[in-house]
Nanobody, 120 residues
Framework: QVQLVESGGGAVQAGGSLRLSCTASGIIFSIHAMGWYRQAPGKQRELVAAIPSAGITNYADSVKGRFTISRDNAKATVYLQMNSLKPDDTAVYYC??????????????WGQGTQVTVSS
């Protein structure tokens, strides 16, 4: 019923930038929190950035000052602007949304993941 569609991943050199986008589609009653996670090979999935509520943003310490999360409520879209990318940022990035769907149920949804590769 609800799907998260991601785009914007790719391969860049260290110091480069990428912007990830994630749009929630389907019948949505309300959007609560949206965010981005990432998972590198052999590592656990970790929170990168999130907007848990209006006017509040959270970032992993490793990306503070380099990444910026934003949200367009009219488009049901969350963005992750990634600057000064490092090889350690290489991972599959997953969009996440906490929302109430058409069955009036509050659930967490995940995107399919988009690969970000940063070379030295």
């Amino acid at each position: 019923q609800v799907q998260l569609v991601e785009s914007g991943g790719g391969a860049v050199q260290a110091g480069g930038s990428l912007r990830l986008s994630c749009t929630a589609s389907g019948i949505i009653f309300s959007i609560h929190a949206m965010g981005w996670y990432r998972q590198a090979p052999g590592k656990q999935r970790e929170l990168v950035a999130a907007i848990p509520s209006a006017g509040i943003t959270n970032y992993a310490d490793s990306v503070k000052g380099r990444f910026t999360i934003s949200r367009d409520n009219a488009k049901a879209t969350v963005y992750l602007q990634m600057n000064s990318l490092k090889p350690d940022d290489t991972a599959v990035y997953y969009c996440n949304a906490d929302l109430t769907n058409s069955w009036n149920r509050r659930n967490t949804y995940w995107g399919q993941g988009t690969q970000v590769t940063v070379s030295s």
